[in-house]
């Protein structure tokens, strides 16, 4: 134990003589450890995110798209085509409780981008038309006003519910509630037609404030009975997306299978391999997004490992050089009693020591990059969780004393098996 002891005094002696050399030798394994870190770190709050974003837009639902899609892959309306098979008379099917039993709520919704005016105020934003079943599905709450109900959402009232960020730019002082905006339609919105000028609406509430929800900003946007966005302010005949709220978790996968019936029926299909519809519930994506985040943490990870590969190669070259450059001490050790296990430990010790100690800073370097880049996160309004896993810690650590003893080794052997009296003759 005492030879031990005395064998680490001596590595950390001659590391500390050597300082520039050792910083530098280290170096690949910090950087190795520490994109390990940070990897697996933001993996995690990215997966946190995302599964936090989806969990906000509700419990239980059920979403429907126009376009086909296979099981595993997004439905083409996602990336912006327009796809007109769902339409108004799809969703009352669907509403019907003999059609679809188990489900509660039936949101319709269509969406685009305007200007809303309110006397001198005016900003750019985005509106979501749906109706009064919204805050059943969405779970909204209102910090002003009330949403518009069933009634005003079919009648097409011309009512609107601010966000709380639109709510603040157009009225600074207050007094939204009761006031008309218009929303001025763009004469060259594609989607609109021949249909141009502005729609005034009377304000009836606020929404409360929420963040960043489905990598959307919540609280810049409105919201406008269906009817009215959907024929004055897009001039359009179909529903973009639905969204249904189903009354237990146990009963989604049978509601799927009833919303799928109902518009085969509708749209007179009877192969499901035509179904020009999309129908996918939240757990579904949750298992999608989880998957795909696994992998890229996976990939990630590996790709920082190889940096590890590259730091112990280094470390081994460095060994190499100082066991050249210290062939005379070898041999003088030896001279004096030195055994190769001694002149071996020394060696072995000085890799596992560098890549000790580089795991150490990697990993104080990985959680402070990696609390920063949450700090900036949270600072833009995301729900990015700060997450170190004590698995990582322990990873990092373990591979990069693994890759002292590994890359270590050979430069180690090879000192402790010097000839004494050729090493002391070595110029």
Avoid at 236 to 264: C, H, P, W
Avoid at 349 to 378: C, D, N, Q, W
């Amino acid at each position: 134990m005492n030879n031990l002891v005395k064998e680490l005094k001596t590595t950390i002696k001659d590391l500390l003589a050597r300082k520039g050399r050792s910083f530098l030798t280290i170096l690949g394994i910090i950087i190795g450890v520490a994109g390990v870190i940070i990897i697996i770190s933001l993996g995690s709050g990215a997966q946190s995110l995302v599964l936090g974003q989806i969990t906000k837009l509700g419990s239980n639902l059920v979403g429907v798209l126009p376009g086909k899609s296979n099981e595993n892959g997004p439905p083409t309306a996602v990336f912006g085509v327009q796809i007109k098979t769902l339409t108004l008379s799809d969703i009352n099917a669907i509403k019907d409780k003999g059609n679809v039993p188990n489900a509660t709520d039936v949101a319709a919704f269509v969406s685009g981008n305007v200007t809303i005016i309110a006397g001198k105020e005016s900003v750019d934003t985005s509106f979501t038309a749906t109706d009064g079943s919204y805050v059943r599905v969405q779970n909204t709450e209102m910090t002003k006003g009330t949403f518009f109900s069933d009634e005003e959402g079919n009648s097409g009232a011309n009512v609107i519910v601010l966000g709380y960020d639109v709510a603040q730019n157009l009225f600074p002082n207050g007094g939204e509630i009761g006031s008309v905006v218009k929303i001025k339609i763009p004469n060259n919105n594609p989607a609109a037609g021949d249909v141009s000028g502005s729609v005034p609406f009377r304000v009836i509430g606020v929404q409360k404030k929420l963040g960043t929800v489905a990598f959307q900003n919540q609280d810049d946007q409105v919201f406008i009975p269906f009817s009215v966005g959907q024929r004055q302010i897009l001039g359009i005949d179909y529903v973009q997306f639905a969204r249904i709220k189903v009354n237990d978790g146990a009963n989604v996968k049978s509601t799927m299978e009833d919303v799928k019936r109902v518009l085969r029926e509708q749209h007179r299909i009877h192969d499901a391999e035509n179904d020009d519809f999309f129908v996918r519930d939240l757990a579904d994506a949750i298992k999608l997004l989880t998957s795909i985040t696994d992998t890229l943490r996976v990939f990630l990870g590996l790709m920082a490992g190889i940096s590890l590969v590259v730091g112990g190669i280094g470390i081994m070259n460095i060994m190499l050089v100082t066991v050249s450059e210290r062939t005379r001490e070898i041999g003088l050790r030896k001279a004096i009693g030195a055994t190769r296990k001694n002149i071996r430990n020394q060696f072995l010790f000085e890799a596992i020591l560098l890549t000790f100690t580089g795991g150490v800073l990697g990993i104080l370097f990985g959680i402070l990059v990696s609390y920063l880049v949450a700090l900036g996160a949270r600072f833009a309004g995301y729900d990015w969780a700060f997450i170190i896993s004590p698995f990582a810690v322990i990873l990092a650590v373990s591979v990069s004393i693994l890759t002292g003893i590994v890359f270590g080794l050979y430069p180690a052997l090879k000192a402790a098996r010097m000839d004494p009296i050729v090493a002391l003759r070595y110029e």
